[in-house]
């Protein structure tokens, strides 16, 4: 991409991320036109070795790290350190996602960091952050999703709280953290210093729990799984059809009338129990017995060209591979071919300055004959301002 045009062209990250969050965020960053440097230890990060493996690489690890040079260094080296040192004098980014307190013993702590380079935006994501009780345990995404909460809202109506199927745990933190770092680098524009960004994946699950917090915080309602139907508002879920079902998101009084009626029965919306949208969300379970009782006598298909028409919001339930070989997803670039045939998966926005090119994920150490020329540069004054436990 010429440097010119990307979104982030300029700017340097230093990614030292491990396995999903850290590697994400250097990822979107890299996707928007950055330099990043992913930096790994000889043995290479984890994340090299989770499959369904391409050709002998591992597609997860190529997912996250496309666009990306790649560096190998020992950072409980001397030789290593000063290697490391040298490039945060030369970079704006710098992202790390090791276990609490890994990144302080190797002498890189986030104080040091901005002596090293006062204009480096710093950011450090863990399990819990670098504040209160719990900031020096590690976490997966597995123990945030449970100790969040959003485990106990997640799971078949009634039933036991069970793991969203994708690590969002990793994946929300990642986000947040490629957000601060655009909001880090515009604000050293006007104040010509870096900064260190504290991301948690704890708080990052937390912060997404949206209308399920405030039911906590406000009511005394149980918090409970309501399965694939929302736990206020009705008809808003997944429903059976005469064959396969078919996913319904009615949340106001006009998108019910309009439903009711191209189902054929006007009479709901002067049922006490269907007139509002939380007398509904209360008697969801008797509306869904009726709901699906008026569409049983369609397929999936007849329903949707049904409702699509009479402009309530709905579709088909998919698997996997039907999404990714859906006509929208390919007129989206969701599912990209890169140079090798490898296919992966494209970004979530759309904007110029982003890559549409794909630079194909380094090998262990692939540019490792660049460090000298990165390190050799002069260092920038412009306004933009496995290395294991220790």
Known sequence: MDEQVAALGGIRVLDLGRVL????????????????IKIESAAGDDGRHF??????????HRLLNRNKFGITLDL?????????????????????????????????????????????VAVSISGFGRTGPLSDLPAYDLIVQAMSGLMSATGPDGGPGTRIGVSIGDIVP??????????ALHQRERSGRGQHVDVAMFDGLLSVLESV???????????????????ISAPFGTFATRDEPIAIAVANDPLFAALASALGRPGWTGDARFRTDAERGRHRHELRTELE??????????????????GVPCGPVLGVRESLGHAQAAARGM?????????????????AGSREDTMIAPALGQHNDLVAGWVGEPVRTGGRGENDDV
């Not at 569409?295 to 007849?302: C, H, K, P, S």
């Open 21 to 36: 969050s850290g590697p994400f965020c250097g990822r979107i960053l890299a996707d928007l036109g950055a330099e990043v």
């Open 51 to 60: 499959g369904p493996f391409h050709e002998g690489t591992s597609s997860y």
């Open 76 to 120: 409980k080296s001397d030789e290593g350190r000063r290697t490391l040192t040298a490039l945060v004098r030369r970079s704006d980014v710098l992202v790390e996602n090791f276990r609490p307190g890994v990144i302080d013993r190797l002498g890189f702590s986030p104080d040091r960091l901005l002596e090293i380079n006062p204009r480096l």
């Open 174 to 183: 990642g986000m947040y953290a490629a957000t601060a770092v655009l909001a």
């Open 213 to 231: 917090a405030m039911r906590a915080l406000l009511t005394d309602e149980p918090i409970a799984p309501t399965g694939s139907h929302h736990a």
């Open 293 to 310: 009782a008026a569409l049983a006598g369609w397929t999936r298909d007849e329903a949707i060209e049904v409702l699509s028409a009479a």
């Open 335 to 351: 599912v990209r071919t890169e140079a090798d045939g490898f296919p992966t998966l494209g970004n979530g926005f759309r904007m």
